[in-house]
């Protein structure tokens, strides 16, 4: 069969139902998984998208043709994925989803037990090339089907990574999109002594009311306003699947990735001094800053899920914070989970006794660009000049893309490894710096023939 071979990411597989993405096309990467894996069991993960459950039933039943063990564990989150992989046998565990896009689209995830992330250099390109020899032949013993949901074991270990003693009453608004969100969050937080007001939580993947994508600023409208409204002491915000969590302050301000990532480093170093801290090549100075302060050790990464959790296996890292609001814990399989990153934000402002926006402002003195995308048709070709356009910069470094280091400010600029798109971020060491730099290199950008996606 002709499969649109683009769908395969370094990361994931990912695009639109039903051109790219349909029944057909997951059955020939199922014989695909088989030819590269050989797994004996396989569990199966589906988010709320409207495609899921046809995508669902086309591995089942390929996988069962092939003599493949399959458990069906339901609609949930990715972090069940991940969960599911760190605690169960199974050789594969599958997560149907396409996270925070519009609802047109859908895709894959697959872990190993561990859980290991199968990336483009731990074998999805060869699933990818590997479709090209076709099905392979049923076998004459057929693979049993199961359903177990492990939502409520899931839950035992969230709770037991956070102190639930010390939980203060709390305003606690949240959007969930109509993402997994919708499910997870009401399932922990029940007994627990906040005061919650839930938006768009029934579970809808036509996104009634908004993509589930908090980094598109509109997506929060409703958040922000309803938070004002009541006089919330945080929101919680989340992507389609739920792996992702951003927070909004009682004054209505979404909180960048960056400062998120130095208040649970400074969290996590109050309880356990020395600890190593991961964050990715994209947030800013003050996490560095604050991991020193605070008595820890920290390392700058590359940006993405998969190389993270490597980084944390290898270095034994506690925590490890990324710009685009995962948030990755040693004890958590070394693996994000969007809902236990709300309770430890939750923990936090129960044990600091202040307002979330105080806190953010004590962190927040490093002004920053947020990331502005842009369409390019020769992505490499504009990184290039990006680089050798810069001679006199303090130091350029290759570690994700391209960082220009200059006393006063630094840029980051690289490709997206889900979307295909160019990514700049800012930071300056004022207001007037950051508009200045910002104005010019998006200039620069666009002179080379980017177009900026608003």
């Not at 046998?89 to 896009?101: E, T």
């Not at 895709?107 to 483009?120: E, Q």
């Amino acid at each position: 069969m002709n499969v649109d071979l683009k769908i395969f990411k370094d990361y994931d597989i990912r695009g639109t139902y039903p051109n790219q993405i349909n029944a057909e096309v997951m059955t020939a990467i199922a014989h695909s998984l088989v030819r590269k894996f050989k797994p004996k069991t396989v569990a199966i993960i589906r988010d709320m998208r409207l495609s899921g459950e046809e995508l669902r039933n086309a591995f089942v039943d390929t996988f069962t043709s092939l003599g493949v063990a399959v458990n069906d564990v339901g609609i949930s989150g990715t972090e069940m994925q991940y969960f599911v992989a760190g605690t169960k046998p199974y050789d594969l565990v599958l997560m149907i989803s396409a996270s925070h896009n519009p609802p047109e689209y859908n895709g894959l995830k697959v872990v190993k037990k561990g859980p290991i992330a199968v990336t483009s250099e731990s074998g999805m390109y060869d699933v990818r090339d590997l479709i090209a020899q076709g099905p392979l032949p049923s076998t004459s013993i057929k693979g049993v089907l199961t359903s177990v949901d492990y939502v409520k074991e899931w839950r035992e270990k969230v709770l037991s990574l956070v102190d639930i003693s010390i939980f203060k009453p709390l305003s606690v608004v949240v959007d969930a999109g109509n993402g997994m969100a919708g499910k997870l969050v009401p399932f922990v937080f029940d007994g627990l002594p906040f005061q919650l007001t839930a938006m768009y939580m029934d579970l809808d993947g036509s996104f009634p009311n908004h993509v589930p994508n908090p980094l598109i600023e509109s997506n929060t409208a409703d958040l922000k306003k309803k938070i004002l409204e009541i006089g919330g002491d945080v929101g919680l915000t989340f992507d389609g699947d739920a792996d992702r969590m951003f927070l909004i302050d009682d004054k209505g301000r979404m909180v960048s990735g960056t400062i998120t990532t130095a208040l649970l480093a400074r969290y996590f170093l109050k309880k356990h001094p020395g600890e190593l801290i991961l964050y990715n090549a994209i947030c800013g100075r003050i996490v560095p800053q604050i991991v020193e302060k605070y008595g820890g050790k920290s390392k700058r990464v590359r940006v993405g899920h998969s190389y993270i959790k490597t980084y944390m296996r290898e270095t034994g890292a506690i925590f490890a914070g990324e710009h685009s609001g995962h948030y990755y814990y040693r004890d958590f399989f070394a693996a994000e989970s969007g809902v236990l990153t709300a309770l430890l934000v939750l923990s936090l402002l129960s044990i600091e006794g202040k307002k979330l926006s105080t806190l953010v402002d004590e962190l927040d003195v490093y002004p920053a660009s947020g990331e502005i995308n842009f369409t390019v048709s020769d992505i490499p070709s504009v990184v290039a000049q990006i680089k050798n356009g810069f001679p006199e910069a303090d130091s350029i470094d290759e570690l994700d893309g391209i960082s220009v280091w200059y006393k006063e400010y630094w840029f980051n600029i690289r490709a997206s490894k889900t979307e295909p798109l160019l990514r700049l971020n800012v930071e300056a060491d004022t207001k007037d710096i950051l508009l200045l730099k910002t104005k010019e290199l998006v200039t620069k950008i666009e002179s080379l023939g980017g177009k900026r996606k608003e």
